[in-house]
C-alpha cells in the first residue's frame, strides 16, 4: 500500500457492524499531506479486500477490465464460500468504489475512488472491477509492502492496522506513542482497556511476535510519563529498504 496511506484512519479498527458514513472527513494522519474522505467508514476488512483488488490489478494499465471468481477471491483471504461471506464481500466492494478520496497538498490535489469501476453477476460468480490511474500511479510510488501470508494469520483488526503501521516505517527498532495508535486506528476503547494485559494492544503485538512479523516489543512509559509501544521487526524481502 502506498505510504501515506498506511499511517491514516482511512482503514480502522472497528467491526463490520459498526459503519458510519463520513462527509468530508478529515483522516488523522502523520503527513502533512490532508486527506479527505466521503463515504461509508472502511474497516480492516475492507483493508483485506482492497490489499486482494490491488494485488490483482499488479502491472495492469489503468482502467482495464480485471475479472476475478468471488469462490477465489474469497479463498485467497482464508475465507471460504457461502452466501454470508459473498454478500460480505460484494458490500465491502460496493463502499471501496463509492467513496471519494480527496488528496490536499499546499495549494494542488487530487479526488478520486479507490475503486474505478465494478460489475457483477451473481448467476456466474465472476465479477469485474478497473482502478483509475490516479491510484495506479500511487502504488508505483513509494511502497509499504504488506506479506499476505503473514496477514491470513491475523486475527485481530489491530493486529492487522499495526502490520500495517510498522510496514511503512524503517526496519529495525522502532516506537510510537500509544495514544497516537489509537488516533489513527480509530479505535474507541479507553486507554485502559486498549492496554489491558490478553488484549488490545497487548494481544495484537503478541499475535505479530508469534507470526514473526516482529522480533520482541514492550510497552512502557516515557519521560514525560506517556504510554510507549516500542518494537523490532525484519525489512520486507520485496522493500528497498531491505537492500
Do not use: C
Request: hydrophobic residues 35%.
Amino acid at each position: 500500500m502506498p505510504t501515506a496511506w498506511v499511517r491514516t484512519s482511512l482503514f480502522v479498527n472497528q467491526p463490520q457492524t459498526k459503519t458510519k458514513f463520513l462527509i468530508n472527513q478529515i483522516l488523522e494522519s502523520y503527513d502533512t499531506i490532508r486527506i479527505e474522505y466521503t463515504g461509508e467508514q472502511l474497516n480492516m476488512f475492507d483493508n483485506d479486500v482492497y490489499l486482494e483488488v490491488i494485488r490483482l490489478a499488479q502491472d495492469r494499465p489503468p482502467s482495464e477490465k480485471i475479472i476475478f471468481n468471488r469462490h477465489s477471491f474469497l479463498r485467497a483471504l482464508g475465507i471460504s464460500g457461502g452466501k454470508k461471506n459473498y454478500d460480505a464481500l460484494h458490500q465491502s466492494l460496493q463502499k471501496l468504489k463509492g467513496n471519494t478520496i480527496k488528496i490536499i497538498n499546499f495549494k494542488s490535489g487530487d479526488s478520486f475512488s479507490l475503486i474505478d469501476r465494478l460489475s457483477w453477476d451473481e448467476e456466474s460468480g465472476y465479477w469485474w472491477f478497473s482502478i483509475g490511474d490516479i491510484v495506479i500511479n500511487m502504488f508505483r510510488t513509494e511502497l509499504s509492502y504488506i506479506d499476505l501470508e503473514i496477514r491470513k494469520s491475523l486475527s485481530t483488526p489491530l493486529s492487522k492496522y499495526l502490520q500495517n503501521y510498522m510496514s511503512a516505517g524503517l526496519p529495525g527498532e522502532r516506537e510510537v506513542k500509544v495514544d497516537n495508535l489509537l488516533r489513527l486506528s480509530g479505535t474507541t476503547s479507553q486507554l485502559k482497556d486498549f492496554l489491558g494485559k490478553g488484549r488490545g494492544l497487548p494481544k495484537a503485538l503478541d499475535e505479530l511476535k508469534a507470526v514473526g512479523f516482529i522480533t520482541s516489543y514492550a510497552i512502557e512509559k516515557n519521560k514525560n510519563g506517556e504510554h510507549v509501544v516500542k518494537w523490532n521487526r525484519s525489512a520486507h524481502h520485496k522493500s528497498k529498504r531491505a537492500l
